[in-house]
């Protein structure tokens, strides 16, 4: 069965302290491995899409990568305005015919000043 | 204006009442989906449609139903509200298999 967890579950970093969130999928085949943002109140906020492994993406601080079996979100020198969940979600290559999407639970990252 | 548009934002209800979510959206796309959002529990699927003709159960449908009355407008009804049906509620549109969706910011509802 297709399933996604995420790794820790909360996170409080100091600003500038760099550290990476984990997750971890099981699918037949990957399709796609996407990462969401989502800030209090708002709706998820889409990152970046990785295909294959080894496959890197970056975006200002955040740096995300994929292997065979999981995806890394680095951050680098965090500032407060990253605090927000951080959604994993991946696409199952012979589930296509709707599209389905398997959703993690989310990290919750909070940067101190 | 944002791409992707829910109403209401909040609702709170009671138990036995009908509720519609309503979902627009401008960014052209094609496929639309409601998801429910639980603490602890992610994003899971409800309903999705593909175009106005064609709309499918998630994995989760029992309860709800859809009406996608225009490409660009799918809206999401709770026939009879219950306790549990009480979460933050999503709307995404979407181009195809292997791209991201992109979500509206949701509607918190809570029924008593």
């Known amino acids: 069965e297709d399933q996604v967890t995420q790794s820790p579950e909360a996170l409080r970093l100091q600003e500038g302290e760099s550290s990476s969130l984990n997750c971890s999928y099981t699918v037949s085949g990957l399709r796609g491995l996407f990462w969401y943002r989502q800030d209090p109140g708002k709706g998820p906020e889409f990152l970046f899409t990785l295909y294959s492994a080894g496959e890197e993406k970056e975006k200002e601080r955040l740096k995300a990568t994929l292997t065979k079996k999981e995806s890394f979100l680095h951050i680098t020198a965090p500032k407060p305005e990253d605090s927000a969940t951080y959604l994993c979600?991946?696409?199952?290559?012979?589930?296509?015919?709707?599209?389905?999407?398997?959703f993690g639970p989310g990290t919750s990252l909070s940067v101190i000043p | 204006d944002a791409d992707v548009t829910q109403t209401p934002r909040n609702r709170i209800t009671k138990t036995g009442k009908r509720i519609m979510l309503e979902c627009s959206q401008t960014?052209?796309?094609?496929?639309m989906y409601w998801y429910r959002q639980d603490p602890g529990l992610g994003l899971r699927l409800i309903y999705y449609s593909f175009d106005v003709k064609d709309i499918n159960k998630g994995e989760i449908s029992d309860g709800y139903s859809v009406s996608r009355q225009a490409q660009a407008k799918f809206s999401l009804s709770l026939e009879s509200a219950i306790p549990n049906q009480t979460a933050l509620y999503f709307c995404a549109t979407g181009t195809g298999a292997g791209q991201p969706q992109h979500f509206g910011d949701g509607t918190r509802l809570s029924i008593l």
């Open positions: 979600a991946v696409q199952d290559r012979w589930k296509t015919s709707y599209d389905k999407v398997i």
């Open positions: 960014k052209g796309h094609d496929r």
